[in-house]
């Protein structure tokens, strides 16, 4: 999606722009007005909140969790998801914590595998 180091407004004022779609059309579209949608482009507020970050994905058909990263967000479902195995997850987490990106991805790919997905 991005290299990481673009702000979020920059991004969705370049994906927007690259769809065609106006600053009032996309504002509206998740309902918010357009000074407020030319502030978070500007990065003058923080980004929206994460219904709205995963409305603007999808207008923009990018990934919501990528998205949600870049807003300096977590997605909610994975408090639930953490607090069906507590104990499994904070350990699977922390051991996890200073991996790549490469092996986090192939650990992801290992536990869908296991999942049977």
């Known amino acids: 999606m991005t290299s990481g180091k673009e702000k979020f407004g920059a991004f969705i004022r370049r994906e927007r722009e690259a769809r065609e779609i106006g600053l009032r059309e996309m504002a509206k579209k998740i309902g918010v007005s357009p000074t407020y949608m030319s502030k978070v482009e500007r990065d003058e507020f923080t980004p929206p909140t994460e219904d709205k970050v995963r409305s603007i994905a999808q ?5 919501p969790d990528e998205l949600l990263a870049m807003a300096g967000r977590v997605p909610s479902d994975l408090a639930d998801i953490i607090k069906r195995h507590p104990v499994e997850m904070s350990a699977l987490l922390r051991t996890a914590n200073g991996l790549s990106a490469e092996d986090l991805a192939r650990l992801s790919r290992e ?4 999942k049977g997905n």
């Open 59 to 63: 207008i923009l058909e990018c990934d």
């Open 111 to 114: 536990a869908g595998k296991a």
